[in-house]
T-cell receptor
Framework: KQEVTQIPAALSVPEGENLVLNCSFT??????LQWFRQDPGKGLTSLLL?????REQTSGRLNASLDKSSGRSTLYIAASQPGDSATYLC??????????FGTGTKLQVIP | DTAVSQTPKYLVTQMGNDKSIKCEQN?????MYWYKQDSKKFLKIMFS???????INETVPNRFSPKSPDKAHLNLHINSLELGDSAVYFC?????????????????FGPGTRLLVL
């Protein structure tokens, strides 16, 4: 059974700092890993998707890496802004299109 | 244009009632999902449909019955609602193909339906 854990559960940083969010999964037989953000009371917005054959993906100030063999992914956010404050979720897709979500990291960027 | 839409956005109802939540996607995707997000914000997959065919059915009570009239719609009907059903329900879609040539595409989520059972 796939288990996905995100550390830390909550993070508070001053504006402008670079930060790293972690995601670990127990079963390395995955098809892809996706990072989302969720704003309070809102749905999920996809940030980046890394396929199992890839090692990283970049979009603007975001960079996601994947080390499938060790069951880890990181989301790097450069020059954080107050608008980045949200809960960040990682999700892994395994066999039969089953998606397992992580526990989430609640990020607060202080102006 | 809304990619994945859900109705209603809010649903407040009494225990024991039957209710439905509708989901529609206009992305041309062939796979749709239902997720439940509990009070601790943990998201868990409930069902997955590919081209109107059920693929995933997690350990969800029989009171929950998904229905896919066509590949653009996946509705969720809940019978005999219980207090523990209170949660936010999210619909999502992606472009996936079954079998060896599985395409690995982004999931797009709807805005969620906030269900409160009194």
């Amino acid at each position: 059974k796939q288990e996905v854990t995100q550390i830390p559960a909550a993070l508070s940083v001053p504006e402008g700092e670079n930060l790293v969010l972690n995601c670990s999964f127990t079963d390395s037989a995955i098809y892809n890993l996706q990072w989302f953000r969720q704003d309070p009371g809102k749905g999920l917005t996809s940030l980046l998707l890394i396929q199992s054959s890839q090692r990283e993906q970049t979009s603007g100030r975001l960079n996601a890496s994947l080390d499938k063999s060790s069951g880890r992914s990181t989301l790097y956010i450069a020059a954080s802004q107050p608008g980045d404050s949200a809960t960040y979720l990682c999700a892994v897709k395994g066999g039969y299109q089953k998606v397992t979500f992580g526990t989430g990291t609640k990020l607060q960027v202080i102006p | 244009d809304t990619a994945v839409s859900q109705t209603p956005k809010y649903l407040v109802t009494q225990m024991g009632n039957d209710k439905s939540i509708k989901c529609e996607q206009n992305l041309g995707h062939d796979t749709m999902y239902w997720y439940k997000q509990d009070s601790k914000k943990f998201l868990k997959i409930m069902f997955s449909y590919n081209n109107k065919e059920l693929i995933i059915n997690e350990t969800v009570p029989n009171r929950f019955s998904p229905k896919s009239p066509d590949k653009a719609h996946l509705n969720l009907h809940i019978n005999s609602l219980e207090l523990g059903d209170s949660a936010v329900y999210f619909c999502a879609s992606s472009q996936d193909e079954r079998g060896a040539r599985l395409r690995q595409e982004t999931q797009y989520f709807g805005p969620g339906t906030r269900l409160l059972v009194l």
